[in-house]
């Protein structure tokens, strides 16, 4: 519970961050420190210097951009959760906000944060994955755009490089046809996801002409479901293909167990039981 | 004149205490600041089982912010002894436990160096700096295997890590198992989980060279065992130390025990000569801090076709963890076989405990200690007869419960002190309204949707002790408690007591009590505990046995103080002593009220004489010690309804009702908050907590990410209802009432979620039903069916 010695900076503008981060190669960025410091008081993070990025102007706040919702890196869980553009444009968000961490988390926790984190049992991971979303990321190289199935790369491990900072995500907002749900097991400990599935569906003349299927907790880090996404693409929508789709989640999932409260054999049955109840809950949703 | 109060036992007073405690002026051990204070880290093994083959803190020492490190050879050199135990029972192995770990690490989290430093931070720092070279030994952490051939040895003291065996014998019962219509045998282990305080131990000591003194402010519910023990370790006068433990943050049973941290504290302040404050984390807490039940256990009973219980034979083994906690031998022995009747007439049973070392952390007693093991056992029994037979669960209590009654003696051992089981089984199936659930039940089956319904009848054993019964048992050890009543010149009072409350709310029971023992207000009663220096010696808090033992102690010592303050009275009215009626806080003439003085009057009367003849002693002080005749037993019956989700095992409590029969009812809000903590505790144990290691004794919930507490979410509101069957044990007629919802609501659950899971024929699962369990239990079935 006491954290290794560190530096401590607060840059007030990205430039003087990103310049801090090159200075300092082993210095994490801090956001709402709700990973990250719990880690460094267990020391199992020792990072030799931090830098804050809560007096940045500009990378909080939720805006529309043509068929993009955006969302600032440093926007909090409770302004996502309260935002009207968010309930109107991408409600699944909002809706699956609830169930993140208590009210303290979702008051210090960022959007940025939670993506950049790459947590296996984190819920944004999954929810963003499966929206189809991009990553905006400022470096030493400039600006660049990331495409959300490429952010993803591993435990803790995203595809930032060292020195970039994460400053916004595109959503790409839900039109007539589309449905969404976020769907948790909690774990009774941490209430982090035991496993979380997030599907999306888009249907026309009660044919699924598309989906995208998130899983997160079961797996190492958020991962599609293409399995089950192929097996609905093109079905007529109902509870027996979906849950003959769901049966599929798992195939080409490296899925990971723990030995106090989840197998990996017991992950696999909810990643299934999930996926059915994510689709039925998505189809439902549809506007 | 003054108006005399509204009678107070019985009555529903806010507790005085909380308006200090929420809003955060309590004193917790941590609050506390002295000039010059170094802080304490251990150094805890990471291995189970290991040789400590060489310690070199040369680094560790130029540190420039570390002021010393310690090792357990210094202790030793230095004079420090082992941590005694408190409970002996025949033939056992006390093999020795040294604060500090000298010869071998025999669990993980067991202290192996300590260090003390100018802040926390730098303590932390330099534990890294330590090199320790160990010999990773073969370790064992299933408390059966420890005793088979060839398992790893804990300690060469303990051959078979066999620390001692008990065994008790009523009946026979092997005659009623012969003779039985049936015979169920189980398997059920009792898993081990954690007290898990909301505030972890703590530790400040200072000593002053000049006079000898030393003083430990320490987070503990007992001061005075802890200055015996700490006395006894430190081969230190026990009339030189004081202990204070000051606003505690709960302690289930986890901070009964002296403990080797606090020990090195002490230590260490003598050795440098400043304060010294160790807190501990609520990692070290998972790991350092006893952990509770962890009992293997087989039975067999036996029953007639008509569902009575006739038989029961039980072989338990019991982890002891690492090292004998003081209490550690007490829990599994004589707080858990003599139970094994419980409230049914079940008269031939035989039971053989082992007490087992393992490489874990010691276990204790927390909360329920031995009986929530015994009522787990029985209930599970009850409803294992009930399902061999086809009868409903209520039926086959109804057919066991003794009858009514006062002072009987069981086969085994106790004389339960008063009783009426029928009531309470037959209340609680009145209010949940038992008949209508049952046909709800069968109707959402229809549906697909499995709801379950679990009784657990149970009594316990509370207000311990009376030291003639616990000798004449075989315990080398009995208990008493203490108390000083103290009248001011003013009237208002301070009630001194060896009791310590964490959170039972005694500030405020004790005061009501007392209040109305002299008709005087609730205000005028400030309740003193905690402190050595303050309070006669007394033993503290543990096993629901403040308000049967602690604050009878203090009821005796205030009729001494009416009697005296009667014949003061008797001056000040020139009326006969015989005459003197005391009432409502006036003592009067009998037939003339108008002729009166006030318990005020009288007080000052004690301490400013003018009336009084010279022959009668001054003041208005009484000291009482209450060695109880009998153990006090309440019972109850709890009632829980769960759903589960067959798909994914997950089980979800959706109603909770505790009935409950603790004697008589100082304050119903304190007894309602107990028993909720209480169900609260017992439902985790059941459902979600465990403290689990691997085969190599590594920690796996080591901290609360994964050991899974109880959280509000999870849990529906509880009704809560009671009848009051007083005891004949102590003049209030008070039984206990911290314990109860632990014992019962385990077995309550474990019971509802398998009633759920009656129609695909599953009969048991061990506990934490994790959803995972019920969910295999339900492959396994459908497998078979
Ligand atoms: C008690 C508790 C319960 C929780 N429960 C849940 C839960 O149920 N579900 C869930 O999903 N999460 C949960 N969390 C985690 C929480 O959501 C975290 O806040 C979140 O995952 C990380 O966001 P943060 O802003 O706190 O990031 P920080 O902790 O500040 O940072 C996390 C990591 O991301 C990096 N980082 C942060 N921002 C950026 C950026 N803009 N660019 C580049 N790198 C960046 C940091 O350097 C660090 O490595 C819980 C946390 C706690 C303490």
Not at chain 2, 11 to 30: C, M, N, S
Not at chain 2, 154 to 169: G, L, Q, T
Not at chain 2, 716 to 722: A, G, L, V
Request: overall charge negative; some cysteine.
């Amino acid at each position: 519970m006491f954290p290794a010695t560190f530096e401590y900076y607060a840059p007030t503008s990205l430039e003087e961050a990103l310049n801090l981060l090159r200075q300092n190669p082993e210095a994490k960025v801090l956001a709402g420190g709700h990973s990250l410091i719990p880690a460094m008081k267990l020391r199992l993070a020792t990072p030799p210097a931090l830098v804050d990025l809560r007096r940045i102007p500009g990378l909080s706040g939720i805006r529309l951009e043509g068929d993009q919702l955006v969302i600032g890196a440093m926007t909090t869980y409770y302004d996502v959760q309260t935002s009207e553009l968010v309930r109107q444009h991408v409600p699944v968000l909002a809706e699956a906000t609830d169930v993140v961490g208590d009210l303290q988390v979702r008051n210090w926790g960022t959007v940025g944060g939670s993506l950049a984190h790459s947590d296996p049992a984190g819920d944004y991971p999954a929810i963003i994955l499966a929206l189809g979303a991009e990553v905006r990321a400022r470096g030493p190289q400039g600006e660049r755009t990331i495409p959300i199935d490429q952010f993803f790369v591993g435990m803790f491990t995203t595809a930032l490089q060292p020195g970039e900072i994460l400053t916004e995500v595109r959503i790409p907002v839900m039109g007539p046809g589309t449905g969404a749900a976020y769907v948790k097991f909690p774990h009774p400990a941490s209430r982090y996801a035991v496993v979380g599935v997030c599907a999306v569906v888009g249907r026309e003349d009660n044919i699924c002409r598309q989906a995208r299927i998130a899983v997160t907790g079961a797996t190492l880090y958020a991962t599609r479901a293409t399995a089950a996404e192929q097996a609905l693409q093109g079905q007529t929508l109902n509870a027996d293909t979906i849950r003959a789709a769901a049966e599929r989640a798992p195939e080409g999932l490296t899925i990971t167990g723990d030995r106090v409260f989840a197998s990996e054999e017991y992950r696999t049955h909810l990643v299934r039981v999930l996926t059915r109840r994510a689709l039925m809950a998505a189809v439902e949703k549809i506007r | 004149m003054v108006q005399a109060p509204e009678r107070l036992i019985g009555a529903e007073v806010k507790r005085k205490e909380d308006p200090r405690l929420i809003t955060g002026q309590g004193t917790y051990v941590d609050n506390l600041k002295f000039v010059g204070t170094a802080y304490l880290a251990i150094l805890r093994s990471p291995y189970a089982h290991a040789r400590i083959k060489r310690i070199d803190a040369s680094r560790a020492r130029v540190h420039p912010k570390v002021l010393a490190v310690f090792t357990g050879e210094d202790l030793r050199r230095d004079g420090i002894g082992s941590i005694p135990v408190g409970w002996l029972l025949p033939d056992i192995k006390l093999p020795p436990h040294y604060p500090l770990a000298v010869d071998k690490a025999r669990y993980v989290g067991d202290g192996v160096a300590a260090v003390v430093a100018e802040d926390r931070y730098s303590a932390y720092d330099a534990l890294s700096l330590i090199e320790v070279e160990y010999e990773p030994l073969p370790a064992v952490v299933d408390q059966e295997a420890a005793t088979r051939p060839g398992a790893p040895q804990v300690h060469d003291e303990a051959p078979n890590n066999i620390c001692f065996k008990f065994a008790m014998v009523a009946g026979d019962v092997n005659r009623a198992l012969a003779e039985a219509d049936g015979v169920v045998r189980q398997r059920i282990i009792n898993h081990r989980t954690s007290g898990s305080s909301v505030e972890p131990r703590a530790a400040v000591a200072l000593y002053q060279p000049a006079t000898g003194e030393l003083t430990l402010y320490n987070t503990n519910q007992n001061p005075h065992l802890i200055r015996l023990l700490l006395a006894l370790t430190m081969n230190y006068p026990e009339h030189k130390i004081r202990v204070i433990a000051p606003d505690v943050g709960g302690g289930f049973g986890t901070k009964i025990y002296l403990y080797p941290d606090e020990v090195v504290a002490c230590y260490a302040a003598m050795k440098l000569g400043r304060p010294v404050k160790w807190v501990e984390t609520r990692s070290e807490y998972l790991r350092a801090t006893v952990h509770g039940r962890d009992h293997i256990t087989d039975f067999e009973v036996a029953y007639k076709r008509d569902g009575t219980i006739t038989g029961l034979k039980v072989t338990t083994y019991a982890n002891l963890g690492a090292y004998i906690s003081p209490f550690a031998p007490l829990i599994p022995t004589f707080l858990y076989v003599p139970m094994l009747h419980g409230p049914y007439k079940l008269p031939n049973v035989s039971a053989e405990v082992y007490g087992v070392f393992t490489n874990t952390t010691p276990v204790d007693a927390t909360r329920g200690a031995g009986r929530p093991e015994a009522t787990y056992l029985l209930e599970r029994m009850v409803d294992l007869v009930a399902r061999e037979l086809n009868m409903d669960p209520a039926d086959v209590r109804r057919k066991n419960v003794l009858e009514p009654f006062e002072n009987y003696q069981t086969p085994l051992a106790f004389v339960y002190d008063s009783g009426n089981y029928p009531a309470t089984l037959n209340r609680a199936l009145e209010l949940v309204d038992y008949a209508r659930l049952r046909e709800e039940q069968r109707r959402l089956r229809e549906q697909g949707r499995y709801i379950g319904i679990g009784l657990s009848t149970y009594v316990e054993v509370t207000g311990a002790a009376p030291s003639q019964v616990a000798v004449s048992l075989g315990a080398q050890a009995g208990l008493f408690e203490s108390a000083i009543v103290r009248v001011h010149p003013t009237g208002k009072v301070t009630v001194f007591t060896g009791s310590h409350t964490h959170g039972q709310g005694h500030e405020t029971t004790f005061a009501q009590a007392i209040a109305d023992e002299f008709g005087i207000s609730i205000d005028d009663v400030e309740v003193v505990h905690g402190d050595t220096d303050a309070i006669p010696f007394g033993l503290g808090t543990y096993g629901s046995r403040s308000t049967p033992v602690g604050l009878t102690a203090a009821y005796i010592a205030g009729q001494r103080i009416i009697e005296k303050a009667t014949k003061i009275a008797a001056h000040l009215l020139e009326a006969a002593e015989a005459d003197i009626v005391f009432e409502g806080g006036r003592f009067f003439v009998r037939g003339a009220p108008e002729r009166a003085v006030t318990f005020q009057e009288v007080a000052l009367e004690a301490y400013v004489p003018r009336k009084i003849p010279a022959d009668l002693e001054l003041g208005l002080e009484a000291t009482a010690f209450f060695n109880p005749s009998n153990f006090v037993f309440p019972f109850g019956t709890h009632v829980a309804v769960v759903e589960v989700d067959p798909e994914t095992g997950q089980v979800k409590l959706l109603r909770y009702l505790a009935v409950d029969d603790v004697g008589r009812v100082i304050n119903p809000m304190v007894v309602d908050g107990q028993v909720h903590g209480g169900v609260v505790h017992g439902i985790g144990q059941a459902l979600w907590e465990q403290v689990v290691y691997d085969e190599q004794g590594n920690l796996l919930t080591g901290t609360w990410l994964d050991y899974a507490m109880p959280k509000a979410p999870d849990l529906p509101s509880f009704q809560t209802d009671r009848l009051e069957t007083p005891s004949p044990v102590n003049p209030l007629g008070v039984k206990g009432a911290g314990e109860t919802g632990t014992i019962a609501s385990t077995p309550a659950v474990v019971n509802a979620v398998l009633d759920a899971l009656a129609p695909f024929g599953v009969k048991h699962i061990d506990m934490p039903l994790t959803p995972e369990r019920v969910w295999r239990a339900l492959q396994a079935a459908r497998g078979q069916g």
